[in-house]
């Protein structure tokens, strides 16, 4: 499709990080399947994409989590790491 953005690039198939980041915790999403503008780098996610990434964050919220990385692997999210103990123990 046409990029909405610049108007000019095209969107190819593509993996991006997603970065959440709500009421103080960050959850961070890799390898997200998207839709890359070739041009200017936009990326733009399904809404499937885009309610497993809010529902997952959500649930990080929920449990307290500060910083949690998550990987998407053949499409689904297959692993996730909360960093929240580490950055607590440096004094983060
Ligand atoms: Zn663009």
Redesign the pocket.
């Known amino acids: 499709m046409n990029?909405?953005?610049?108007?000019?690039?095209q969107?190819q198939p593509g993996l991006v990080t997603v970065t959440l980041e709500r009421e103080g915790a960050i959850v961070v999403f890799k390898r997200v399947p998207a839709e890359v503008?070739?041009?200017?780098?936009?990326y733009y996610l399904s809404d499937d994409v885009t309610g497993e990434l809010l529902e997952r964050a959500e649930e990080a919220i929920a449990s307290g989590v500060e910083v949690e990385i998550c990987r998407y692997v053949a499409k689904a999210i297959s692993l996730c790491e909360n960093s929240q103990s580490r950055f607590r123990s440096q004094g983060f």
Do not use: A, F, L, S
Not at 37 to 42: A, K, L
């Open positions: 990029c909405v953005i610049c108007k000019q690039g969107t503008c070739e041009n200017c780098g936009e």
